[in-house]
């Protein structure tokens, strides 16, 4: 059984590599699991087991967050950055996914939380 002080620390760990991969302009979690010297199942298996969701949901949850506080931020910032700051291969790709996660697209996102 996992401690309390031992999930915060593999969460932490695994939100701080999501956001370094974000970067580096592309979020892999099997490099991740690599990181942690464990495959990209026994990842996914460990963040469920944790938090009740995927490792992939997990790390898109980072991404959203991160894209939120561009887009809130950096006005003049324009999408297609934002997505590729957040680890996105396109805009569009982005675009699907934050509408998905948050029920707007980016761009009612940005103009519509100041």
């Known amino acids: 059984m996992l401690t309390s002080d031992t999930h915060n620390t593999f969460i932490t760990q695994f939100s701080k590599a999501v956001t370094l991969h974000m970067t580096q302009g592309h979020v892999s979690l099997v490099a991740i699991a690599g990181e942690f010297h464990i495959t990209r199942g026994q990842l996914n298996r460990r963040v469920k087991a944790e938090l009740g969701i995927t490792a992939q949901q997990l790390a898109l949850n980072i991404r959203i967050e991160q894209a939120k ?38 761009s009612h996102y940005k103009n519509n939380n100041k």
């Open 69 to 106: 506080l561009l887009l809130t931020s950096h006005r003049d910032l324009p999408i297609a950055d934002v997505a590729f700051q957040c680890g996105f291969d396109d805009a569009t790709s982005f675009t699907r996914a934050f509408h998905r996660a948050t029920g707007c697209s980016p």
